[in-house]
């Protein structure tokens, strides 16, 4: 999952993007995206590896996306490189600041900010429809690619995001190609000063993400890069003195999850144990897909043992005697923490 993080000048968005990776990339470069790739930590598959015993353990992995800030403090608007490199993202991550900068003349104002950066995905968006629209009239293409379309600019023109429509009503199989940004889930982390960095978002920020069927998270990243930095003992003592619990990356990791509605299922053996990432609702042919695209082709059955099953009977040969092995069909919705082994004919 590559998630992008993007940021008006000043915001912090790469002490951000330092927190959450454990890196020290220095602040202010305007250069290319730099990446950082972040385990995401399942106590499942540690186990399920310490079982096993095999040559390699793969964890899922989130790549994080430093984009460069070409975009003013004062003027919001966004360059057009900065727009195509957040549209390469699967996810975008808007860093608002909510603490007091020296360097800038303005107090910080996180739903003006909000409000700039929506405004600014909407009218590229609408461009590209609109582009689109115009040239329908020499192409003459699929009365529902027109309708798909029409409905998208009615939306944009609404100043509602494209997410805001459900699968029933835009065909999103007319939209591969076009990376609209407006239909890329949107999560905002609120930087805040140290102080701040256990208070609740403001009810009315909270409210407008909601509208804008997107997510939000605080953090403190000044101090919480530093407490990244530190020996995992130590953490905990620091992230409690702040009122945490949890470590910026925890609480983001678990809130693009939620915002994503992902779930993780397993494959197993002595060559490898390894989580694949999906979507909630994804079937077991489409799974199969996710580990190779021959596996999807060729799809026969998916034998399926849940985690806490396989937790009860300690092995696959004794989930077997037991009768608790499941045998699914293409159709099969697969759940968080399945066990998958997938039977195949290319």
Known sequence: M??????????????????????AVPVGFGGEVRLGTVRVPDERIAALSKTFSPKKTTYAEIVFCDIPGEHGAENKGLSNKALLQIRDQEVVCLVIRAFPNPALESDPNPVADLEAFHAECILADLDLVERRLSRAKKDKPDPLELAAFERMKTTLEHEWPLRSLAPSVLNRDYLKGYAFLTDRPLLVVLNRSE???????????????????????????????????????????????LGLTESARARF?????????LVSFFTVGVDEVRAWTIRRGTTARQAAGRIHSDLERGFIRAEVTPYAVFMQYGSEPAVRDAGRLQVEGKDYVVSDGDILHIRFAV
Do not use: C, W
């Open 195 to 241: 102080a701040e960095a256990a208070v609740p978002m403001p009810a009315s920020l909270a409210a407008r993400l909601g509208e804008l069927h997107a997510a939000g998270l605080v953090l403190s990243a000044s101090v919480e890069a530093e407490i990244a930095a530190m020996d995992a003992a130590d953490q905990a003592a620091f992230l409690a003195d």
């Open 2 to 23: 590559k998630i992008g993080l993007v940021g008006f000048a000043g915001s912090g968005k790469t002490t951000v993007f330092n927190t959450l990776t454990g890196l």
């Open 253 to 261: 990791i678990r809130t693009a999850y939620g915002l994503l509605d």
